[in-house]
């Protein structure tokens, strides 16, 4: 009794381990639509369970399919939570587990193999590892991606690779081969960003700028990374002024002209420090910066009344 009851329990083991590396989905034939376990799959048909108190597979054509639906994998949203989060070294970490799990599924349209490829490209992009990039996506296989934002993501891949190899000239040509293009402002903000560094790089200071401040304008703030980058350059880029530079030293001793263009110039590079300064779950404002934080517009109204007051007595 206590060897039957061993055997059911180690088949019992087996077969929750067999439906645990299979996939939860829905397939749709005919208009009917039932709940299957995807075992096996390739460019034509699937193999599946039907049901978890069977080890007999189904084997089916995919031409006789009307729509796979799959059931996220719990993998998959742990590691898009931590992708939202940014928290891209985790997000990462679930996304590969993902991927090894449902290595099988590959071939099939919007499976999460390959959508937890994409995010693991996408994670990398995001923590700037660019060789890692461009290794991913050599074997990355975009037929099965439906997502049109995705699909638009690995083309934009280019951009980040001139960027990476300092392509500037090409960074410049490229962006004329998407002006006018329909994508999300994310999107958008990832191509003004490169194509403003490759402008810089060139000489064109003036378009630089106008790039960069068109990240802040697009960005959603969806990529906090790509809006301190782009913030720094500008900053950067008007604290190279001798006229920004002399307006925020005289800010210490002087009265600074308040209608100059040197301090709209320096207005502008403080905004940007300012939104920095108070930004949560970024990294720290650079000390270079700091000095900017303090700067507004008008003078705070204690040093009006001091200014004042000294005024009256001369």
Same mark, same amino acid.
């Not at 994998?73 to 970490?93: M, R």
């Not at 700028?209 to 990529?223: D, G, H, M, R, Y």
């Given at each position: 009794?206590?060897?039957?009851?061993?055997?059911?329990?180690?088949?019992?083991?087996?077969?929750?381990?067999?439906?645990?590396?299979?996939?939860?989905?829905?397939?749709?034939? %005919?208009? @009917?639509? *039932?709940?299957?376990?995807? +075992?096996?799959?390739?460019?034509? #048909?699937?193999?599946?369970?039907?049901?978890?108190?069977?080890?007999?597979?189904?084997?089916?054509?995919?031409?006789?399919?009307?729509?796979?639906?799959?059931?996220?994998?719990?993998? =998959?949203?742990?590691?898009?939570?931590?992708?939202?989060?940014?928290?891209?070294?985790?997000?990462? *970490?679930?996304?590969?587990?993902? *991927?090894?799990?449902?290595?099988?599924?590959?071939?099939?349209?919007?499976? &999460? =193999?390959?959508?937890?490829?994409?995010?693991?490209?996408?994670? !990398?992009?995001?923590?700037?590892?660019?060789?890692?990039?461009?290794?991913?996506?050599?074997?990355?296989?975009?037929?099965?991606?439906?997502?049109?934002?995705?699909?638009? +993501?690995?083309?934009? &891949?280019?951009?980040?690779?001139? &960027?990476?190899?300092?392509?500037?000239?090409?960074?410049? +040509?490229?962006?004329?081969?998407?002006?006018? @293009? *329909?994508?999300? #402002?994310?999107?958008?903000? +990832?191509?003004?960003?490169?194509? #403003?560094?490759?402008?810089?790089?060139? %000489?064109?200071?003036? %378009? !630089?700028?106008?790039? =960069?401040?068109?990240?802040?304008?697009?960005?959603?703030?969806?990529?906090?990374?790509?809006?301190?980058?782009?913030?720094?350059?500008?900053?950067?880029?008007?604290? @190279?002024?001798?006229?920004?530079?002399?307006?925020?030293?005289?800010?210490?001793?002087?009265?600074?002209?308040?209608?100059?263009? !040197? =301090? @709209?110039?320096?207005?502008? !590079?403080?905004?940007?420090?300012?939104?920095?300064?108070?930004?949560? %779950?970024?990294?720290?404002?650079?000390?270079? &910066?700091?000095?900017?934080?303090?700067?507004?517009?008008?003078?705070?109204?204690?040093?009006?009344?001091?200014?004042?007051?000294?005024?009256?007595?001369?």
């Amino acid at each position: 009794m206590k060897t039957i009851s061993l055997t059911c329990l180690i088949l019992v083991s087996l077969v929750t381990s067999v439906f645990a590396e299979n996939a939860k989905s829905i397939v749709t034939k %005919g208009g @009917a639509s *039932k709940e299957v376990y995807i +075992q096996l799959a390739s460019n034509k #048909g699937i193999s599946f369970f039907e049901d978890t108190r069977t080890t007999k597979a189904t084997t089916m054509a995919l031409k006789d399919i009307d729509s796979i639906f799959f059931f996220r994998p719990k993998e =998959f949203q742990e590691g898009l939570e931590f992708f939202n989060e940014g928290d891209f070294s985790k997000a990462k *970490k679930s996304f590969i587990s993902c *991927k090894e799990k449902y290595a099988k599924m590959a071939p099939l349209s919007e499976n &999460y =193999f390959s959508r937890a490829y994409f995010y693991e490209m996408e994670c !990398a992009r995001r923590e700037r590892k660019f060789d890692e990039v461009i290794k991913l996506e050599k074997g990355f296989r975009d037929d099965v991606i439906k997502n049109e934002n995705h699909l638009n +993501q690995i083309k934009l &891949y280019a951009f980040w690779k001139a &960027y990476h190899q300092k392509d500037w000239k090409r960074l410049v +040509q490229m962006e004329r081969t998407w002006d006018g @293009a *329909k994508l999300p #402002g994310y999107q958008k903000a +990832q191509i003004a960003y490169c194509y #403003g560094v490759g402008l810089e790089e060139t %000489g064109d200071v003036k %378009g !630089a700028l106008i790039q =960069f401040n068109s990240v802040l304008a697009l960005s959603e703030f969806k990529e906090m990374e790509l809006v301190l980058e782009a913030g720094t350059r500008i900053m950067d880029i008007h604290l @190279a002024d001798e006229s920004v530079e002399d307006c925020l030293k005289s800010q210490a001793t002087d009265d600074p002209d308040r209608k100059s263009k !040197a =301090f @709209a110039t320096l207005l502008e !590079a403080a905004s940007i420090a300012r939104l920095w300064d108070k930004s949560v %779950g970024v990294k720290k404002l650079p000390t270079k &910066y700091s000095k900017l934080v303090s700067i507004k517009p008008d003078r705070p109204k204690a040093e009006k009344e001091e200014k004042a007051s000294k005024e009256e007595k001369k």
